[in-house]
């Protein structure tokens, strides 16, 4: 069993900056993709960004330039710098991370983000 502990929401203002982190914990996994999703009230899950464990990053058009994801393979750990922040990024955001050869999928608890003056 993989748990995902998620850290690092909050509120900021129009143009502020946060980063959410997320750190996989158990015994006898391999970590696979490890990526970050969000589900704003009243829509659907949709996709923030993903990164393979070789570092290759995948990134919503909405968000291309103004968040970056990175991980920390020795810690199984997946961050997510949010820049530039916009009213339209409010949502709670889920860490997801694929394990091992099976690629089972795991989700975070969420974490709310909340952007507004």
């Known amino acids: 069993q993989v748990q995902l502990v998620e850290s690092g929401g909050g509120l900021v203002q129009p143009g502020g900056s946060l980063r959410l982190s997320c750190a996989a914990s158990?015994?006898?996994?391999?970590?696979?993709?490890m990526g970050w999703y969000r589900q704003a009230p009243g829509k659907q899950r949709e996709l923030v960004a993903t990164?393979?464990?070789?570092?290759?990053?995948n990134y919503a058009d909405s968000v291309k330039g103004r968040f970056t994801i990175s991980r920390d393979n020795a810690k199984n750990t997946v961050y997510l710098q949010m820049n530039s922040l916009k009213p339209e990024d409010t949502a709670v955001y889920y860490c997801?991370?694929?394990?091992?050869?099976?690629?089972?999928?795991?989700w975070g608890q969420g974490t709310q983000v909340t952007v507004s003056s």
């Open positions: 997801n991370v694929k394990v091992g050869t099976w690629w089972t999928t795991y």
């Open positions: 158990g015994s006898g996994f391999s970590v696979n993709a």
């Open positions: 990164i393979t464990t070789a570092g290759i990053t």
